[in-house]
């Protein structure tokens, strides 16, 4: 649904009829989208706990600028304007899922930690590698992108 407003507000949010209305900047839009609250199942609560853990591994704030900038060179690609990285931890928590279903045996989202995936030396720890590995779309310039998490 499209909705065209005469005189843009930027800051109109919040929930109004079953619809979460707000505004996105990097696409300059504002965004709606209906109201869905999660039924509690086995697979959300699994998924809570996984983004929970995701949250834990608290990247360095280098690799962070590492990720930012891959996000923008993978948002300026015109083969990419479908499919667009909203910030840094948008590419991170893809990184990892892609990490997850590159070895779904192996590797655990809800219990893996730092200390395990410097010692198994994963692809991950930095956007380079993780690029190298197929993790994630090759950008422009990826080769300098070598700040560890």
């Known amino acids: 649904m499209r909705a065209y407003f005469k005189?843009?507000?930027?800051?109109?949010q919040g929930k109004c009829d079953g619809l979460?209305?707000?505004?996105?900047?990097?696409?300059?839009?504002?965004?709606?989208?209906?109201?869905?609250?999660?039924r509690p199942t086995e697979n959300s609560r699994r998924f809570g706990r996984?983004?929970?853990n995701l949250k834990n591994l608290e990247p360095s704030a280098?690799?962070?600028?590492?990720?930012r900038v891959y996000v923008d060179i993978f948002n300026s690609?015109?083969?990419?304007?479908?499919?667009?990285?909203?910030?840094w931890y948008n590419a991170f928590t893809r990184l990892r899922w892609n990490l997850a279903k590159s070895d779904p045996g192996y590797i655990d989202l809800e219990t893996i930690t730092r200390a395990q995936i410097e010692a198994n030396d994963l692809p991950c720890r930095t956007v380079k590698r993780a690029v190298e590995a197929g993790l994630l779309a090759p950008v422009n310039g990826y080769e300098l992108l070598t700040q560890e998490m």
């Not at 005189?7 to 109109?12: A, E, G, I, V």
């Not at 996105?24 to 609250?37: A, D, E, F, G, H």
């Not at 280098?62 to 990720?67: G, V």
């Open 50 to 52: 996984i983004s929970a």
């Open 62 to 67: 280098s690799f962070r600028s590492d990720l």
């Open 20 to 38: 979460v209305y707000y505004f996105n900047r990097s696409l300059n839009r504002v965004i709606v989208r209906p109201l869905v609250k999660p």
């Open 7 to 12: 005189n843009m507000l930027l800051c109109y």
């Open 77 to 87: 690609r015109v083969a990419n304007q479908d499919v667009v990285l909203q910030n």
